[in-house]
C-alpha cells in the first residue's frame, strides 16, 4: 500500500477528539488531531458540569478541557489548529483537504461535534449558560423546583438521520471503512461528555484494528 502522511487523522478537538487522540497516541499509532478553533468543543463554552465522574464536586468546563488538554500534551499528541475543508474518503488511502494543503491517512476519527439550534430571540446569547440552556440532560438539576419553559425537542420528535447525525454500528464505524465517527456527531440516544470520551476510546480502537488488518 502507498504510504500515508498518518495512521489516523481525527477532526475535532472536543471530548470525542481528544479521548480518541489519547487512545491513539498509547497505541503508538502516528495519529494528529485537526481542530479549527480551540480543543475543548462545546465544553469550553459550558458554565458547569456535575455529571462527569471523577470530579465529586463537580467543575467548569473550561477547567475540565485544560485538564483533558494537558493529558493529550503528556501522550505527545500533535494538535493542529486546522479546519478541514474537504475529504476524500472512497479508497483506502483517505485525503483530507485543509486551508494550506491536504494529507493523507488510513484511517478517519471524524469528531465533529454538534452545535445548538438557536431561536435568534433577545437575551439567548447573553444569558447562555446563565438560565439559557441547550440541553435537558446536561442542565435541568440545576433548575429543580423553578419555572422552566421548554421550547423544542429534538431529541424524541425526531430519529436523527434527517438532522445530519452520522450514522454508525456499535463499533463507531461508519459505512465507509477505515472511517469511524465519535461523539455528538453520530447518531446517539445521549450527547454528554461522558458518552463523547467513551466513543472516541472505541472509535481509536477500531481504527486501530483496522490498520493493523489492511497489513
Ligand atoms: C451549554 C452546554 C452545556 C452542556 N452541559 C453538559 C453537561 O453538564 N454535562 C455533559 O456531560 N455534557 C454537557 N454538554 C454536552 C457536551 O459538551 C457535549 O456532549 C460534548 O462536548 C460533545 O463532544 P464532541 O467532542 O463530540 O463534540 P464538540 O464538543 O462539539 O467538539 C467538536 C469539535 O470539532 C471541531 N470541528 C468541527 N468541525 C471541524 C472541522 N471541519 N475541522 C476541524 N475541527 C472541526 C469544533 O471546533 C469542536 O471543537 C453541554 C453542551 C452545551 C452546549
Not at 69 to 90: C, G, H
Not at 109 to 119: D, E, M
Not at 160 to 179: K, L, Y
Not at 208 to 214: G, L, Q, T, V
Amino acid at each position: 500500500m502507498e504510504k500515508t502522511d498518518y495512521d489516523v487523522v481525527i477532526i475535532g478537538g472536543g471530548p470525542a477528539g481528544l479521548a480518541a487522540g489519547l487512545f491513539a497516541a498509547r497505541a503508538r499509532l502516528n495519529v494528529v488531531l485537526l481542530e479549527r478553533l480551540m480543543p475543548g468543543g462545546q465544553l469550553a463554552t459550558t458554565d458547569w458540569i456535575e455529571n462527569y465522574p471523577g470530579f465529586p464536586e463537580g467543575l467548569s468546563g473550561p477547567d475540565l478541557v485544560m485538564k483533558m488538554t494537558e493529558q493529550a500534551k503528556r501522550f505527545n499528541i500533535p494538535i493542529e489548529s486546522k479546519e478541514v475543508q474537504s475529504m476524500d474518503l472512497s479508497g483506502p488511502i483517505k485525503k483530507i483537504g485543509l486551508d494550506d494543503g491536504s494529507i493523507t491517512a488510513k484511517a478517519v476519527i471524524i469528531a465533529t461535534g454538534a452545535s445548538p439550534k438557536k431561536l435568534g430571540v433577545p437575551g439567548e446569547d447573553q444569558f447562555y449558560g446563565k438560565g439559557v440552556s441547550f440541553c435537558g440532560t446536561c442542565d435541568a438539576p440545576f433548575y429543580r423546583d423553578l419555572v422552566v419553559a421548554a421550547v423544542g425537542g429534538g431529541d424524541t420528535a425526531v430519529k436523527r438521520n434527517e438532522w445530519g447525525f452520522i450514522v454508525t454500528d456499535q463499533h463507531c464505524g461508519t459505512s465507509i471503512p477505515g472511517v469511524f465517527a465519535a461523539g455528538d456527531v453520530r447518531d446517539t440516544p445521549l450527547r454528554q461528555v461522558v458518552t463523547a470520551v467513551g466513543d472516541g476510546a472505541l472509535a481509536a480502537v477500531e481504527a486501530e484494528h483496522y490498520i493493523e488488518n489492511m497489513k
